[in-house]
């Protein structure tokens, strides 16, 4: 049987466990997965396109047979140009259905012949999003196990730069205590 390449597109703004857990079920299933960051989004993103590559590159390390990579204009051009023979979406609850059918068939009319698979993530994921893990970050809440630990630490240096220089011991010096610079002309020799 030939497998084949699958690609796995999305926002990942920001990767969740429940990509992961797809990502590792896609690729038992999949010779290669090639997960694709859409860059040209019209949403303003959390997190850079870089900062995105760069978490999901460090959680599938891994993965011998998992790739990261980003794409711009129509994801069925993408997937044709790197000869994947299907689309994998996540499917959570039935909430996601309406969306992703709208979705797969409109990929189906663009290219007919590239197959779009769903699968489900673990149930314990079924209600963790992007969206409402930006949304508990920001406000202050916590988000661990709706994350990988990564993507949890890049949340708290993100919504909080002083985390990471605690995280590096490194301390703020309140511009009222800091040296005031030494004033005092010199005397022209
Ligand atoms: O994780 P998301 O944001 O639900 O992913 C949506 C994504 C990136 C898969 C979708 O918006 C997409 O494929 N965009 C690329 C443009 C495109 O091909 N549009 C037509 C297909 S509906």
Known sequence: MNKGIAVYPGSFDPPTNGHLDLIQR????????VVAI???SEKSPMFSVAERLGMLRALTA?????RID??????VEYAKSI???CILRGIRAISDYE???QMA???RKLEPTLET?????ADKYSYVSSRLVREVAQAGGPVKGLVPEVVEQKLKEKLDPAYKLQDLNIVEVPVADQKKPDRKRKKRV
Do not use: C, H, Q
């Not at 698979?117 to 993530?121: A, E, Y």
């Open 26 to 33: 896609g690729s038992k299933i999949f010779e290669e997965l």
């Open 117 to 121: 698979v769903f699968m489900m993530p």
């Open 62 to 66: 891994d993965l011998k047979n998992v």
């Open 70 to 75: 980003t794409f711009n204009g129509l994801m």
């Open 83 to 85: 000869d994947a023979i």
């Open 99 to 101: 969306y992703e059918l």
């Open 105 to 107: 068939l409109m990929n």
């Open 38 to 40: 859409l860059r040209n």
